[in-house]
């Protein structure tokens, strides 16, 4: 069994020449099949699709890297599917956002919800952890909000900052 991890509000992290790459090749992928099935980019900053794809995977690779999970790049159209998962195998998605102050966002008519749900800031290849939040405390009534979209969103004060993973038994 290894210990504990945690990850504190607003550690830093910034991608190797690998991780960039690997970056570059699964935004590529995800937007040639987002262009494939005209997906529609909610971006409220008017940044373009493929800046947009690469800022999400470089804060969801950033993440896992942090948080020492295997990440799972999704390279088809995004539908609210696990970014990583915790040792538990409890389902996480990140979300990336420039705004700024920023907020913790989800669609509302996404199709599947996961556990836990943290908020990465930054701009490729430099990445910062802004806090977390849990199903019940994102996806909820009083979350509710009208952006361009309906959305759930939470403020940057809103969430909850230091995050510790534990470490499952490893079997033997």
Known sequence: MTGPRAILWNTRYTLDDVDKARV???????????????????????????????????????FARM??????????????????????????????????????LEGYNAKRFCAFYILVTGAFPRFRYRGWARFCELIHHSTVRQFQTLCYSLKHYQVRRDLVILAQEEEE
């Not at 900053?45 to 794809?53: L, V």
């Not at 999704?74 to 705004?99: E, I, K, Y």
């Open 24 to 62: 570059i090749w699964a935004a590529k992928k995800r937007y040639d099949w987002n262009r494939r099935v005209n997906a529609q980019y909610d971006d409220f900053t008017g940044r373009p699709p493929m800046a947009q794809e690469i800022d999400s995977v470089g804060a969801e690779l950033a």
């Open 67 to 104: 948080a020492w999970l295997k990440p799972r790049l999704v390279l088809t159209q995004w539908q609210g599917a696990a970014n990583c998962f915790m040792p538990d195998g409890r389902s996480v998605n990140v979300t990336h956002t420039r705004m700024n102050p920023p907020l913790l």
